[in-house]
Nanobody
Framework: QWQLVESGGGLVQPGGSLRLSCAASGDILANYAIGWFRQAPGKEREGVACISSSGGDTGYRNSVKGRFTISRDNANDTVYLQMNSLKPEDTAVYYC?????????????????????WGQGTQVTVSS
């Protein structure tokens, strides 16, 4: 069974930046659409940014548009989430997930059963 592994989380001050990475072992990430999702304590998991397998379709939640960028390097089989201008409300555990959602769900970036594989998550804390 293949696994997704997130990295790049940490503690950053408001206004700072982090880049999260999602890699896979046991399968080829380039075959899948990838979503970044996050969950803060006491809150439901929410979609942050999603990208199709080709990279041609992306979707972002409104609160991160203009600050976060999802990209993928299929040659290195890695998906990135560049997070700039971070705010305390971005604090959460960030997960990457892989699957085959329809294009509409990629653009809306919602968690669905179409994302069949999930990583263990990486903590992002934005605090002064």
């Amino acid at each position: 069974q293949w696994q997704l592994v997130e990295s790049g989380g940490g503690l950053v001050q408001p206004g700072g930046s982090l880049r999260l990475s999602c890699a896979a072992s046991g399968d080829i990430l380039a075959n899948y659409a990838i979503g970044w999702f996050r969950q803060a304590p006491g809150k439901e998991r929410e979609g942050v940014a999603c990208i199709s397998s080709s990279g041609g379709d992306t979707g972002y939640r409104n609160s991160v548009k203009g600050r976060f960028t999802i990209s993928r390097d299929n040659a290195n089989d890695t998906v990135y989430l560049q997070m700039n201008s971070l705010k305390p409300e971005d604090t959460a555990v960030y997960y990457c997930a892989a699957g085959h959602p329809p294009t509409l769900l990629i653009r809306l970036c919602v968690a669905s059963k179409d994302y069949s594989s999930w990583g263990q998550g990486t903590q992002v804390t934005v605090s002064s």
